[in-house]
T-cell receptor, first 116, second 111 residues
Framework: GAVVSQHPSWVICKSGTSVKIECRSLDFQATTMFWYRQFPKQSLMLMATSNEGSKATYEQGVEKDKFLINHASLTLSTLTVTSAHPEDSSFYIC????????????FGDGTRLSIL | QKEVEQNSGPLSVPEGAIASLNCTYSDRGSQSFFWYRQYSGKSPELIMS????GDKEDGRFTAQLNKASQYVSLLIRDSQPSDSATYLCAVKDNNFNKFYFGSGTKLNVKP
């Protein structure tokens, strides 16, 4: 079964709206979670690394004021797309690795965001 | 910059054939290697992990790792149309809990 839950799976909203996406680890504690964005027919692009109890680490070119990340507990990270515009429409996916050093990432089901 | 390279494909194989997917990586110190499958419009799902040199088999899937050559591959035996997807190779930097993904190889299995 799923080990990482992501919600919502689909969002359609008007331009200028802020959208929050939740990512939960279901049966393990995740001190680190990852947020990716994927445009159609393109590869995964890491946006940021979410760290429990501290600031997220953003990849080059990703606006930290646009994409707010909060990792308030060991099982929950949230990504808020602030004042979303049509160019922010994409597939957003979170993932989390288990604590042991050699463990893989487990991905959530993703959130398809469409900004009108 | 640590890199993971994959042929983007598409790789086309007939149903029942063996599909061979390849991946090279730049960081010689990498220790953990993963293959993910991603169907169109879906998120990636883990299909294999490999940590030691040699082969690891799981059903129709075999992962092969050669650390000296910095090469990891995935063989899919008796390929089925349902195997048609993009396959992502991932390499983990255990020290920094950071993953590096290839751009993926698109596999088409023709009935």
């Amino acid at each position: 079964g799923a080990v990482v839950s992501q919600h919502p799976s689909w969002v359609i909203c008007k331009s200028g709206t802020s959208v929050k996406i939740e990512c939960r680890s279901l049966d393990f504690q995740a001190t680190t979670m990852f947020w990716y964005r994927q445009f159609p027919k393109q590869s995964l692009m890491l946006m940021a690394t979410s760290n429990e109890g501290s600031k997220a680490t953003y990849e080059q070119g990703v606006e930290k004021d646009k994409f707010l990340i909060n990792h308030a507990s060991l099982t929950l990270s949230t990504l808020t797309v602030t004042s979303a515009h049509p160019e922010d429409s994409s597939f957003y996916i979170c993932s989390a690795p288990r604590a042991l050093s050699n463990q893989p990432q487990h991905f959530g089901d993703g959130t398809r965001l469409s900004i009108l | 910059q640590k890199e993971v390279e994959q042929n983007s494909g598409p790789l086309s194989v007939p149903e029942g054939a063996i599909a061979s997917l390849n991946c090279t990586y730049s960081d010689r110190g990498s220790q953990s290697f993963f293959w993910y499958r991603q169907y169109s419009g879906k998120s990636p799902e883990l299909i294999m992990s490999i940590y030691s040199n040699g082969d690891k088999e799981d059903g129709r899937f075999t992962a092969q790792l050669n650390k000296a050559s910095q090469y990891v591959s995935l063989l899919i035996r008796d390929s089925q149309p349902s195997d048609s997807a993009t396959y992502l190779c991932a390499v983990k930097d255990n020290n920094f809990n950071k993953f590096y993904f290839g751009s993926g190889t698109k596999l088409n299995v023709k009935p």
